[in-house]
């Protein structure tokens, strides 16, 4: 039990140190997956998510398992889904005879899966998705590989709920510098305009809002050109168009 909890410590760290150095939110998903996998006999792994409301296996170690998983998100039933939406595990020691859900367990014995188990993923009190884990041998899972799961997952939980912080904010950073780079070009466009065409500024961006219509281009883009154009040909302006 000492070999298995310092696993758990260490595949905790270098999830924590991949994620701090380099680790995207879908490349953090993909190594608790392969994280998991290291701690269980699991043959390969998939994270159920919400995706544009849907759900899906966003996430996977091996292309069979959103091929299985594609059975329960058609009926609405199965380990995957129930972990997700009721948050507790559920486990299958043998597909070939288990009756909760038919159609999951028929998917996962057409691809050689005869064990799963369903460790539900929940940060700031909300469900985030499912830790779902097959392997290839009957009762491949165990009590004590069900516990180890669940301390890895929660710990992954909060790993998975800073990266969404982390991504969300660099999004938003990113965006706001976005702008900040379009509002700059445009600037510059309306400048040349005026100087140029001895516009005022509101002529000048209609010309570029104009032109923008016309050619059914962003205005980012067309004030863009306009002031290419112009560092191109020097002090030798040119009107949009």
């Not at 299958?92 to 996962?108: G, H, K, L, V």
């Not at 140029?196 to 570029?208: E, G, H, K, W």
Request: net charge negative; hydrophobic share 40%.
């Amino acid at each position: 039990m000492e070999n298995e909890d310092e696993a758990i410590r260490e595949s905790l760290r270098a999830l924590t140190q991949f994620f701090v150095n380099d680790g995207t939110l879908g490349d953090t998903l993909l190594r608790v997956s392969e994280m998991a996998c290291s701690i269980t006999p699991a043959t390969y792994a998939g994270i159920t998510l919400l995706v544009d409301g849907v759900a899906r296996t966003g996430v996977f170690t091996h292309p069979d398992a959103p091929e299985i998983d594609e059975a329960q998100y058609r009926s609405g039933e199965g380990p995957c889904m129930y972990a997700f939406h009721h948050q507790k595990t559920y486990r299958i020691d043998d597909t070939a005879s288990d009756i909760r859900w038919p159609e999951f367990a028929a998917a996962a014995l057409s691809h050689g899966i005869r064990a799963t188990l369903s460790i539900p993923l929940a940060a700031r009190g909300a469900g985030i998705g499912a830790l779902n884990l097959y392997a290839g041998n009957a009762g491949a899972f165990t009590d004590a590989h069900e516990k180890a799961v669940l301390v890895f997952a929660e710990q992954a939980s909060i790993a998975l709920a800073n990266a969404q912080v982390y991504w969300d904010a660099r999004e938003l950073s990113e965006n706001l510098s976005e702008a900040i780079k379009t509002r700059e070009v445009i600037s510059q466009a309306v400048g040349i305009l005026m100087v140029t065409s001895a516009r005022t500024p509101d002529d000048a961006f209609q010309i570029l809002a104009s032109a923008s219509q016309r050619e059914n281009r962003k205005v980012r883009d067309i004030a863009a050109e306009v002031v290419t154009r112009t560092v191109q040909r020097g002090t030798k302006g040119i009107q949009p168009g």
